[in-house]
């Protein structure tokens, strides 16, 4: 190679040799651009949960439920675009997608910064913003589904832990730098003018009271300060690995086909959209992803064998296992991430009020805890474990940490249900605050731990060529939880039944037991300990 960022023609990560004198540099130096990306792509794709939540709080004319579904939109979006970003790097290499999807959340991060300038900005703008803060959760499996072809089978749990776990931190990044930011002025006269909050919020530091000025814009404006040195720093830093992308074309030619791939995504996530205003989510859900991966075989041109080619995977029994078990970990991690803020604010934010008569009314709490204070801990420690998981799991195999895991995930589930109906229904709901708290820590930490040991077995049981596709497909699946958790649990507050949704989470992770013991862990299981 005679620049940095010249496409490797030759590339065995199995060979020690060759691994030692230059691969772990090459694969390191991609590694740690990847990861900033990759945080940046959470923080544009999940700062809905944040910035509806203040809009709340700011008197934005729109209800709870219009709200939570904004949230919803961008985990559709997100989860959608993974399907196609599955197939990018085998198709435009590594480094042209990196780059490309990159400066893409651009994009959303200004336009949505813009839009919250005016509180009458029309909601189907913040729709359409919303479903391009998609792309951010897109990113997330291509730049898996590359990082996994840089590095050995020993290392996977490492690499991938390290990737996703540390590109994790972009939902407690944006968490904890939104409501900062907030506060100040930091862009001058070219953000805009401040609104008063007529509610009270809050920072990772403590409350703000009600009437204090608010750059709500900010919330979105900040990404663009880090998004435009990274999309430098990919293009000048990464590397096309031709042993996986043979043929890349020119960088405008692989643009192309990134922007292809993308545009689908785009469309048939408003198919999504569209589908869920007439039909069962459950029924639209997986409606969308068919249409998604129909359409993908669609493409004219060389992408279309390329995409056929990897749909080899879907003939692969394990991946539908991986699938599944992923759902449990990352989907439970990305959903409750997204959830969490606005469930705090309905939750914890009104109270029962016993009257006279003994009749019972739902009224404002006046010393509610803040989400923009809290909601930040359970993402912090889901992400900051994340590559323990995948150490440990390197030690002791896959399954068997995919296997407790799963275990605390029902016991913890279930006891969280059980106390957000109780805080719902007190006079008093900031004493159950803690617990609540603590159990949702909990489920962050075992999603978090899962999340590595599921890759480890992605890594572990597919070869060079399907891996990659697999962890794409298997995160794009999902990802559906960035809608799921908010649209169920958005329902079951606005019901009164709060407990219900996480109830029904307990019972899919017990499911999820099952299965993992089928497939890794019984005495003929297919694959032993992965």
């Known amino acids: 190679m005679t620049r940095k960022n010249a496409d490797i023609e030759h590339w065995d990560v199995e060979n020690e040799e060759l691994w030692e004198k230059e691969g772990r540099k090459v694969a390191n130096r991609n590694l740690w651009i990847s990861i900033p990306s990759l945080l940046m792509g959470f ?118 832990g390290m990737n996703a776990g540390l590109g994790n931190f972009g939902v407690t990044t944006m968490q904890i730098l939104i409501p900062l930011v907030m506060t100040v002025g930091i862009f001058g006269g070219l953000a805009g003018a401040p609104m008063a909050l007529e509610s009270a919020s809050g920072t990772l530091i403590g409350r703000i009271e009600a009437g204090t000025d608010t750059w709500i814009q900010n919330a979105a404006f900040i990404w663009l300060v880090f998004l435009i040195p990274l999309a430098f720093a990919g293009w000048f830093g990464m590397n096309n690995l031709r042993t996986i992308t043979p043929n890349p074309g020119t960088p405008a030619q692989a643009f192309g086909k990134i922007l292809g791939l ?12 569209l589908a869920l205003v007439w039909l069962n989510m459950w029924i639209a859900l997986p409606l969308t992803i068919l249409i998604t991966v129909f359409a993908l075989r669609l493409i004219p041109g060389d992408i279309q064998p390329n995409i056929q080619k990897q749909f080899a995977i879907f003939n692969d029994k394990h ?71 995948g150490w440990i799991s390197d030690k002791v ?33 900031n004493s159950y605050f803690p617990i609540f708290l603590i159990l949702f820590i909990v489920l962050f930490a075992a999603s978090g731990i899962g999340n590595g040991s599921t890759f480890r077995s992605i890594g572990v049981i597919f070869d060079q060529q399907s891996k990659g596709p697999v962890l794409g497909w298997t995160s794009a699946v999902a990802a559906y939880g960035a809608f799921i958790a ?16 996480m109830y029904g989470f307990a019972v899919f992770y017990a499911l999820c037991l099952i299965v993992n013991w089928w497939f890794y862990l019984r005495k003929n299981a297919y694959v032993k300990n992965p």
């Open 262 to 273: 993308y545009g689908v995504g785009l469309v048939t996530s408003v198919i999504g959209m």
């Open 397 to 429: 195999g896959g399954a068997v940490v995919t296997q407790a895991i799963s275990v605390v995930m029902v016991l913890a589930s279930a006891a969280v249900g059980y106390v957000m109906m109780l805080a719902y229904n007190a006079t008093d709901p």
């Open 43 to 160: 923080a544009v794709w999940l700062m809905w949960g944040m910035i509806t939540t203040q809009m709340q709080n700011l008197g934005y004319p729109y209800s709870v439920d219009q709200l939570f579904t904004l949230t919803a939109l961008a985990g559709l979006a997100g989860a959608t675009l993974r399907i196609p970003a599955s197939f990018m790097i085998r198709i435009a290499g590594g480094r042209n997608t990196i780059f490309l999807t990159t400066a893409l959340l651009m994009i959303p991060a200004l336009g949505t910064g813009i839009a919250l300038m005016n509180p009458d900005t029309p909601f189907w703008m913040f729709q359409v913003l919303a479903l391009l803060s998609g792309i951010g959760g897109g990113n997330f499996a291509a730049s898996m589904s590359n990082i996994s072809t840089f590095f050995p089978k020993k290392q996977q749990g490492y690499a991938l």
């Open 486 to 501: 908010p649209r169920v649990m958005g329902e079951q507050i606005q019901a009164g039944t709060p407990e219900m949704a």
């Open 319 to 389: 991946t539908w296992a991986m699938t599944v078990l992923y759902i449990a970990t990352f989907g439970s991690f990305i959903g409750f991430s997204a959830a969490l803020p606005l469930s705090i604010n309905v939750i914890f934010g009104n109270m029962m009020e016993v009257a006279a008569d003994g009749s019972v009314t739902r009224v404002v709490n006046p010393d509610a805890p803040s989400a923009l204070t809290w909601a930040w801990i359970g993402p912090f420690v889901g992400a900051l474990i994340r590559p323990v998981g």
